[in-house]
Structures are given as structure tokens and as C-alpha cells.
């Protein structure tokens, strides 16, 4: 049942690019339970696409004007954004998780996250997203972004791409909350398929996949 579910949504991936990624499907809200720990043992593995939601922030909206050097003007992480991205950190480091690079949003928020979790943030604009998935600009970094998506990492680890949610509704009909993210196996040429979702709060719960049985 589960491969035919992932099949299905694999189809629906490249429908969705030989459309354009417009509007395929409605974006998909449900948070779902924890990966499997199959996803933790491919996770371990390295070669996979993380896509991360910045985590929680605060009440109040982007300045008119954004200054991505003064984020005074943007909306920031909340101090139960940055205990989120602690958490997430804390758990990929227990896990043995290894990561080979974080790509992250020039937005403040998204940098931090970064910060935080994983040590390191590389800002790249192909991230960046207004939340206005209609303008021209953000019409255009979507195919910038589904290579991303699709491309293995260059080196040894798992990819970090910590982001807004706009981008994903549209590429992946999977919407993340703040602090989720998004587990893809990336397949090349602008493919990529879905393997499931992590919550802040399933970080803690995760365990280790099984060893195998020795024989005797």
C-alpha cells in the first residue's frame, strides 16, 4: 500500500513539472506521523533533499520594505522558533543524520534557523520567496528551485534547503508548517519523489533503525 501511494505521488510529481507545476493539486496540510524508519535509515545513508520551513516567529509582519541585512525589518524566529531549530539540530546530530550543505533564504529567519540546527547557513536566492506565489519574480526561481529539489547533494551527506512554504505548495502540492520539514529523494532532471514529513515535535520521538539480526 505504501509504495503504491508513493508511486502515485511520484506520478503526480511529473505531471505536475510537464505542467509547469501550476495548480495540479490542492497542497497537502496533513501533518501525519512520524517517517518510518526506513526514511531514518535512508536519512543516515546521505543523498536525500531536505526541504526545511523556517521555524516559529514572531506575531508581526515583514517591514513594507525588507532590508536583508537589517532584520530589524523582517519578521524573525520567536524563542520558540529558535528552541525548534534546536530541537531539529539536536536530533539530527542523535540520529547520525550526516549533512553536506545548508542552502538557506537570504530572510533573517530562515538564515537563523540554519544557524542554529546545522552550524552553518549558505544563503541562496533561488530560496527566496515573498509569499506572493503569483509575481514574476517568484514564478521564476520555481524552476531554479525543482533542480534543487531534484539534484543529489556534491558530497557526501544529505542537501539543506531551509525555506518558506509558497514554494513547496507549488513544486510538491505539500504544504509545511513553520519547523517542518520535508524528506525527498532527489531522482534528477527536475524529479524528485516524497518520503515524508518531520514535525518539530517528532524529532525527540524518532529512533534509530533496528541493526540486522547476526547469524550464528
Excluded at 540546527?117 to 514564478?139: M, V
Excluded at 557526501?156 to 524528506?183: F, I, K, T, Y
Aim: net charge positive; charged share 25%; hydrophobic share 40%.
Amino acid at each position: 500500500m505504501v509504495a503504491t501511494r508513493r508511486t502515485t505521488h511520484s506520478v503526480l510529481l511529473a505531471l505536475a513539472i510537464f505542467l509547469g507545476g501550476a495548480g495540479l493539486a490542492a497542497a497537502d496540510h496533513k501533518p501525519g506521523p512520524p517517517p518510518s524508519s526506513a526514511v531514518v535509515a535512508a536519512l543516515r545513508q546521505g543523498g536525500m533533499v531536505l526541504y526545511l520551513r523556517h521555524g516559529e516567529t514572531e506575531k508581526k509582519p515583514d517591514a513594507d520594505t525588507v532590508d536583508f541585512d537589517n532584520c530589524a525589518t523582517q519578521r524573525n524566529l520567536s524563542d520558540a522558533g529558535r528552541r525548534m531549530a534546536k530541537t531539529i539540530g539536536e536530533g539530527i546530530e542523535r540520529l547520525g543524520i550526516p549533512i553536506a550543505e545548508v542552502r538557506t533564504s537570504p530572510f533573517c529567519r530562515a538564515r537563523d534557523t540554519g544557524l542554529i540546527a546545522f552550524g552553518q547557513a549558505r544563503i541562496d536566492l533561488t530560496l527566496l520567496s515573498r509569499g506572493k506565489p503569483d509575481e514574476p519574480e517568484e514564478q521564476a526561481r520555481l524552476p531554479q528551485l525543482r533542480l534543487l529539489l531534484s539534484s543529489a547533494p556534491g558530497r557526501p551527506g544529505n542537501e539543506v534547503l531551509v525555506g518558506h512554504s509558497p514554494p513547496m505548495d507549488r513544486l510538491a502540492q505539500v504544504h509545511l508548517d513553520e519547523g517542518e520539514m520535508a524528506v525527498l529523494r532527489p531522482l534528477g532532471n527536475g524529479r524528485f519523489e516524497f518520503l515524508g514529513r518531520i514535525r518539530p515535535e517528532h524529532w525527540r520521538k524518532l529512533r534509530l533503525p533496528p541493526r540486522p539480526a547476526t547469524r550464528l
